[in-house]
């Protein structure tokens, strides 16, 4: 027996004899055990329902039947393991009940029982390396069927994918519903034999496939496609892999996801068309509403210069509203122009210096800027790949905004700028009488201006253009307060030459 260990021996034979020699060779090989002995099949059944023994060393005939009939109807159902006790001859029985799960038998020879220590010790020994067995199918089984409760509850469509074939090992439920195919119809076939792109069928994954990058280089990678699924429909799907790592470290298989972005392609599609329509109509209402207000602007102009001294001062006043409100109307329009126009300009290829254009914005203001008596001041500010006429168009807004609602009273205007990795934050910062926080998200909506702000001049347009210009190259656009009171306004845009950016509309 093994030193140190507890064996607990159950015992099943009804001859005093036998069960005297099988106690003597166990006693000579010593060791921690103790021994349960029944004589009947009844007696045997009543100490299993007490305590489950280590072995049991079960006699074929017993006066009540067969011992066998100890023995579970499924071999993977034995609670403990089982040595036969079986007489001269019986052999071929006891070579039946192995078949049927026990361990080994013995032939109740002297010599046999003599031996039965080392028999016990085999015994014990297949008998623990089985239960590890088990146990380690069961972890096992639980874990695989943890797995699959888990891929299933995903949303999104999931293979397992063999590096060597491109063969499908394993999918989850949405792959098959989103495909409309059986697991037979899918599993052992090749990846791009099931989710072909559109239009391009081929014979193995290209340069273009996530996967051959992932097997390549070891790493996720992502790619977008467009598959036919089984009707035949077009699917955008995004594509995602990852690499699954053998014991060596080196790719097996690769996990592949595929999420079905149909819906927001669609959905894309139609903003597109929705925002042409919407500029395509922005375009004829200021063609349509910029032709006659020419003339009428003529046609004042023309009255205050040729037959000014014949009218009275109310007269002429009357004609210079009449201009006044004519280029008003105009600015309005070519303001909605370019709101119309943003989104749609090339990202230029080499950086452009926005401390160049805020200058070149400084000096358009001129003795605007001189009249109100406010310093404009400015810190470093990082390169960004935006069109200039953009970024002139943010700081002509914001720094005007300031220039023209800080008054003169203000303590300054402030412009910086944060280089955060990917994006770029700039600041316009006034020390003016502020905005109230129920005001500071409705002031970027077109035609939508500040309370108590009627009186200055301006459009309402200016602030929705910065917002859409910064949402069209893949930020926003806010406002903070000032602290001890006044503006902050913050616009982040992409910094890189390669934004998400700029979109249409």
Known sequence: MDEGQSIHLLVVEDSPTHLALIREALESRGGDWR??????????RALLSRDKPDLALIDMNLPDGLGTELLPADPEGFDFGVVVLTGEGDEQTAVEVIKAG???????????????????????????????GREAEERLRRANEFS??????????????????????????????????????????TCYAVTHALNEPCAAPDHHCPLRETVAEGDYARAEHVHLDKEGRRRHVEVSTAPIRGPSGKVKQVLHISKDITPQKLAEEKLRAANRELEAFVYTVSHDLRSPLTPIIGYAEYLEGDRGESLDEEARELLREIQNQGHRMLTLIEDLLNLARIGHMEIPPE?????????????????????????VSLAQLPLLHVPRSLLAQVFRNLVGNALRYAGTGGGGIEVGGEDRGDTVLIHVRDHGPGLPPSEREKVFEVFRRGAGQERVPGTGVGLATVRKIAQSYGGSAWVEETPGGGCTFLVELNAGPDPSGPVEG
């Open 148 to 189: 699959r409760t888990v891929l299933d509850s995903m949303s999104d469509a999931l293979s397992i994918i063999d590096v060597e074939t491109f063969r499908i090992l394993g999918v989850n439920r949405v792959f098959l519903e989103e495909y409309g195919l059986s697991e037979g119809e899918v599993l052992g076939k």
């Open 351 to 375: 950086p452009v210096s926005p401390e160049a254009v805020l200058e070149e914005v400084l000096r358009e203001f001129g003795a605007k800027g001189e009249e109100t008596g406010v310093v």
């Open 35 to 44: 021994m349960s002995v029944a004589g009947t099949l009844a007696e045997a």
């Open 102 to 132: 026990a361990l080994d038998y013995v032939v109740k020879s002297a010599g046999a029982i003599g031996d039965l220590p080392h028999t016990v010790e085999r015994a014990l020994r297949e008998w623990r390396s089985l239960q590890k």
